[in-house]
T-cell receptor, first 111, second 115 residues
């Protein structure tokens, strides 16, 4: 059974701080990891994906992957109130269009 | 490029009825995946269609079915609706390549309420 785990939160950080969102997964093997952001009442929107060990940066977002520890994280620098949303971690185990999602972490950025 | 579109956006049905939801992928995308999102279970994969064929299937009962047309548009059908089928149904399109990095883009979803 392939599983993806996230802390449900809510995670509360002050404006301007770094928000750290974590995700663990149950199965090894070649796979890719996706971070989506979902605002209340909206559909998920892609932030970024990562498939190699290490860090990948895109603007204020950095994804970190450690396959040995089966762990992927998303860092949001200089957090803004507009970043307040639920962040979903998803894993693709080389199965075409099948993504397995975690339950999501609710992030609240306080002004 | 236009994004993924889903129709209708909202539906209210009663138990026992059936429903058909539609999804039009991003132009050029050949894969459509369907997901169900509920507060309790989160986002769960239903199935994926690629080139008019079901390529992957999740763990949902046979009441949930789908199809894809030659223009890549996809429909999903739920028969004999149950109260527990109330959810946000999302479709996502991607180019359809087998690489695990093939990126999915979501439509706005169809909110189904079963009374």
């Amino acid at each position: 059974q392939k599983e993806v785990e996230q802390n449900s939160g809510p995670l509360s950080v002050p404006e301007g701080a770094i928000a750290s969102l974590n995700c663990t997964y149950s199965d090894r093997g070649s796979q890719s990891f996706f971070w989506y952001r979902q605002y209340s009442g909206k559909s998920p929107e892609l932030i970024m994906f990562i498939y190699s060990n290490g860090d990948k940066e895109d603007g204020r977002f950095t994804a970190q992957l450690n396959k040995a520890s089966q762990y992927v994280s998303l860092l949001i620098r200089d957090s803004q109130p507009s970043d307040s949303a639920t962040y979903l971690c998803a894993v693709n185990w080389n199965q075409g269009g099948k993504l397995i999602f975690g339950q999501g972490t609710e992030l609240s950025v306080k002004p | 490029k236009a994004g993924v579109t889903q129709t209708p956006r909202y539906l209210i049905k009663t138990r026992g009825q059936q429903v058909t939801l539609s999804c039009s992928p991003i132009s050029g995308h050949r894969s459509v995946s369907w997901y169900q999102q509920t507060p309790g279970q989160g986002l769960q994969f239903l199935f994926e269609y690629f080139s008019e064929t079901q390529r992957n299937k999740g763990n949902f009962p046979g009441r949930f079915s789908g199809r894809q047309f030659s223009n890549s548009r996809s429909e999903m059908n739920v028969s004999t609706l149950e109260l527990g089928d109330s959810a946000l149904y999302l479709c996502a399109s991607s180019s359809g390549g087998r690489a695990s990095t093939d990126t999915q883009y979501f439509g706005p979803g169809t909110r189904l309420t079963v009374l």
